[in-house]
């Protein structure tokens, strides 16, 4: 299986800063047929189910605010969020899609 | 509006049984991959199994292969998972999800259904 390792477990930054999350793959060729990265993000608020943020590693969701921005390549992949909101607070995951089963991180705790 | 419900989550012994559903709406169910996730208490996310749009594939992750089995009846817009032989480590909130396409992520998720395996 492929794992997906993220870091840091939990984050705290200011209103308005930046937040970087990140997320490596245990394996490198995520490639799907289009020649892009099979990793998504998601963020999941208190009492919440899941929200797709981003896919194919850096396209945005449709309604995703445009703070939020994927980027990576290889094993390495990063969410961030350019100027952080409170509405922002969550767990962030990230996820490979590339081949079953579909592993996700562990988790960012995201607090201001 | 896309709408999954899932339902059929409850209290269970120890080897024990339980089938979820999940009801769609809002979109062309028949056309889309669906997948099962799981989340144990204050854990994170596991991705259980998935299922093609006509059925014919199936994958699992491999802790509930051969113990649970997914399944779709698109005249009826549903999605369930048949549970057996439960264990304390399948307590979780399960959660049924739209895959956005093919290979693609999950964009739509239900509200969870809980599941407890205790005696």
């Known amino acids: 299986d492929i794992v997906m390792t993220q870091s840091p477990d939990s984050l705290a930054v200011s209103l308005g800063e930046r937040a970087t999350i990140n997320c490596r793959s245990s394996?490198?060729?995520?490639?799907?047929?289009?020649?892009?990265?099979?990793v998504a993000w998601y963020q999941q608020k208190p009492g919440q189910s899941p929200k797709l943020l981003i896919y194919w590693a850096s396209t945005r969701e449709s309604g995703v605010p445009d703070r939020f921005s994927g980027s990576g390549s290889g094993t390495d992949f990063t969410l961030t969020i350019s100027s952080l909101q409170a509405e922002d607070v969550a767990v962030y995951y990230c996820?490979?899609?590339?081949?079953?089963?579909?592993?996700f991180g562990q988790g960012t705790k995201l607090e201001i | 509006e896309v709408q999954l419900v899932e339902s059929g989550g409850g209290l269970v012994q120890p080897g024990g049984s339980l089938r979820l559903s999940c009801a769609a709406s809002g979109f062309t169910f028949r056309n889309y991959w669906m997948s099962w996730v799981r989340q144990a208490p204050g854990k994170g996310l596991e991705w259980v199994a998935n299922i093609k749009e006509d059925g014919s594939e199936k994958y699992f992750v491999d802790s509930v292969r051969g113990r649970f089995t997914i399944s779709r009846d698109n005249a009826k817009n549903s999605l369930y998972l048949q549970m057996n032989n439960l264990r304390a480590e399948d307590t979780a909130e399960y959660y049924c999800?739209?895959?956005?396409?093919?290979?693609?992520?999950?964009?739509?998720w239900g509200q969870g259904t809980l599941v407890t395996v205790s005696s």
């Open positions: 999800a739209r895959d956005k396409g093919l290979e693609l992520p999950s964009d739509y």
């Open positions: 394996q490198s060729d995520l490639y799907s047929s289009n020649n892009k990265y099979n």
């Open positions: 996820q490979q899609y590339y081949s079953t089963p579909y592993t």
